[in-house]
């Protein structure tokens, strides 16, 4: 028990205000009195008053009050403490670790009357668990405002977890019971399946993510959640753990939708005018022969092929606001794949004759039928096979093969090979994409929208098909399609590309 | 004098230098012509002039496209009468075009897409000129 100083209090605060060290007064209930500007700054406040007239034990967190308050009453009994630590909470909510030491003043009477306390910020010590603690609060609030939910599923065991906010995504409280079934339960039923796809190619490959929609009891809507995965394997590669997130973006897919509308719309409209020109354009070239001179006659052609190529583009636009909004229509029939391909390519047969092209076609015997859409199929075909045409030089060679895939059931393999510009190794992976016209592709050949092959495979995801293709530059390309023999995962037409 | 070839035409299209091209593409390949820029005076024109075939447009004013064949369709010589749809829609664009198929055009043509050649050369065909 030390010596309690007495003295002339109000000069001591005087001097301790502008102390380096962090200094703070409590009267004798433990209520702050005096905080200086050490403390301020290491606590996040502006002004004295923010803490002045509150308990001391407030500035603790929830854990560490009990440990302040018993203390303070230590204090007031032995006269003094020392190193004293614990969590205490900054003005913005985060955590600060601090040691605190204090000493009991009394007045003149030998009553209690004051605590001065020094405190020193040792967070830089603070111990691996609060450490964690803090990283949790900020991921927690992090998912709080970004409205992004984490979950967590325990493979062996069968067990999940979830973060807050995946439990307010669903609108259920944290005590619900989590499984496969409960989530399952909230998902649109035409898409049960692609969210059981997800899970199944997240174990296979590792990763996954998924468009889907869910109906919440609450709401009276379709919402769309976007959800990713990652996948732990153990040492034989079986699946451990898998973790991942979900968000709303259904105010994402409005949008889209708006102006996928937007685009149709629009697109609709340019056909007006279009057909004003192009039918003008037809008409005073018939009067060719009335008095028109060769450089008339020259301007009237390249407004028309401009015309042309607008159209085109148009129509493009079209299918692709068509094939997103799903509004496309699909009308199965049987067909065959042969006769399909001959025919788009007699519509090309003058271009081929022209560039003195050398044509392969080899068709497998006995191949069945093709159940699809015929609008569809050709547009396939006439997308592939006019690229190979038009981006092919003269004297070269197209070899189209068409068989069964023997790796995979009931799927045709059609290949188109060009001994043509090529696709850049640098670009190739923009070749799907809408608008992309390779360098190379513009340089050589005019038109073209950059839409084609876009177009190709979205189609053929609606199908259930695939394309993919391999190329060299100024060697040449093949396109590979893969068809099913019927149609399959057509439901799924709305998640594209 | 007219010299036409025996076939007379109706064609319902509101927008006028549209409509202007078909006419003087169809003198020229000297079909009698009759036009309506509304689907009413369409209905009416094509009831009184019986047409040997109706070229039509679906969005106009007072009464579309489609009500029009509907309507044309319940009479008894309009039931029989061989239409052409002409028009800029997708016939996918939305329910109410999707039925005009539903009245059996005998083609269905998105004029930006057509030439002119190309609309007389289908008339010929339907009506096996």
């Known amino acids: 028990m030390s010596d309690t100083p007495q003295g002339n209090i109000p000069n001591f605060q005087k001097r301790v205000v502008l102390f380096p060290e962090a200094i703070i007064i409590l009267d004798n209930k433990g209520t702050i009195v005096k905080a200086n500007k050490q403390t301020l700054a290491i606590f996040g406040w502006d002004n004295e008053q923010e803490v002045i007239t509150r308990p001391f034990v407030d500035l603790a ?35 600060l670790r601090v040691s605190f030491s204090g000493s009991l003043f009394r007045d003149n009477q030998g009553n209690p009357q004051e605590i001065v306390c020094v405190l020193h910020d040792i967070t830089p010590h603070l111990s691996e668990l609060e450490q964690v603690r803090e990283a949790q609060r900020q991921l927690s609030e992090a998912q ?18 979830w973060t807050e906010e995946m439990y307010k995504l669903f609108g ?30 997240s174990l296979r490959e590792g990763k996954s993510s998924l468009d889907f929609r869910v109906m919440l009891p609450e709401n009276n809507k379709n919402q769309w959640f976007h959800a990713r995965s990652k996948t732990f394997y153990d040492n034989d590669h079986k699946p451990l753990r898998m ?58 052609q390249e407004l028309y092929n401009a015309s042309k190529r607008i159209v085109q583009l148009t129509n493009d636009l079209l299918t692709v606001s068509e094939l997103e909004l799903s509004r496309m229509p699909f009308k199965p029939e049987n067909l065959s794949l042969e006769k399909i391909i001959k025919r788009v390519i007699e519509d090309y047969q003058h271009i081929i004759v022209e560039k003195k092209i050398k044509l392969v076609e080899n068709y497998a015997t006995n191949l069945p039928e093709i159940q699809t859409d015929l609008f569809l199929l050709k547009t396939i075909f006439q997308q592939l096979i006019a690229n190979a045409v038009n981006y092919t030089p003269t004297e070269g060679t197209i070899t189209i093969n068409v068989s069964i895939d023997p790796t995979k059931t009931n799927m045709f393999m059609v290949s188109i090979s060009d001994t043509g510009y090529g696709i850049p190794k640098t ?14 592709a513009k340089a050589n050949v005019m038109g073209g929208t950059g839409l084609g092959l876009y177009i190709v495979r979205l189609i053929l995801k609606v199908n259930g098909g695939d394309i993919s293709f391999t190329s060299e530059e100024n060697k040449g390309s093949t396109f590979k399609v893969a068809l099913p023999f019927v149609p399959t995962n057509l439901s799924s037409a709305i998640k594209l590309a | ?47 009184k002039e019986h047409p040997d075939l109706l070229l039509l447009d679906i969005f106009m004013p007072k009464m579309d496209g489609l009500t029009m064949l509907e309507t044309l369709r319940s009479d008894s010589w309009g039931h029989d009468v061989p239409v052409i749809i002409l028009t800029n829609l ?40």
Do not use: C
């Open chain 1, 61 to 95: 967190s929830d854990e560490d009050k009990q440990n302040v308050q018993t203390a303070i009453t230590r204090v007031m009994a032995d006269g003094s403490i020392t190193n004293v630590q614990y969590l205490a909470l900054k003005k913005d909510g985060s955590m």
């Open chain 1, 144 to 161: 709080q405002i970004a409205h992004f939910g984490s979950w967590e599923w325990d493979i062996p065991s069968n067990k999940f977890h």
């Open chain 1, 427 to 440: 670009e190739q992976e923009k070749v799907f994409s809408k608008m992309f016209r390779a360098t190379n």
């Open chain 1, 243 to 300: 973790v991942g997130t979900v968000h709303d973006i259904t105010h994402d897919k409005e949008i889209d939708q708006v102006k996928t509308q937007f685009l149709s719309m629009a697109s609709h409209q340019m056909r007006g005018p279009l057909t004003t020109i192009n039918w003008n354009a037809e008409m005073l070239q018939q009067q060719k022969a009335q008095g028109l001179t060769d450089s008339q006659k020259k301007y009237i």
């Open chain 2, 1 to 47: 004098m007219e010299e036409t070839n025996g076939k007379k035409i109706l064609i319902v299209e509101d927008e006028k230098p549209m409509l202007d091209a078909v006419v003087d593409t169809l003198k020229q390949n000297r079909f009698a012509v009759v036009t309506a820029d509304n689907g009413k005076d369409g209905l009416d024109t094509a009831l």
């Open chain 1, 172 to 201: 259920v409280t944290t005590l619900s019971d989590v499984n496969n079934d409960s989530l399952v339960a909230y998902v649109v039923e035409e898409d049960r399946e692609k969210v059981k796809s997800f899970i199944d190619q």
């Open chain 2, 90 to 129: 997708n016939p996918d664009a939305d329910q109410t075009i999707k039925s005009i198929l539903e009245h059996k055009p005998a083609f269905y043509l998105i004029k930006s897409n057509v030439t002119l050649e190309a609309i007389v050369s289908k008339i010929k065909e339907v009506l096996n000129m």
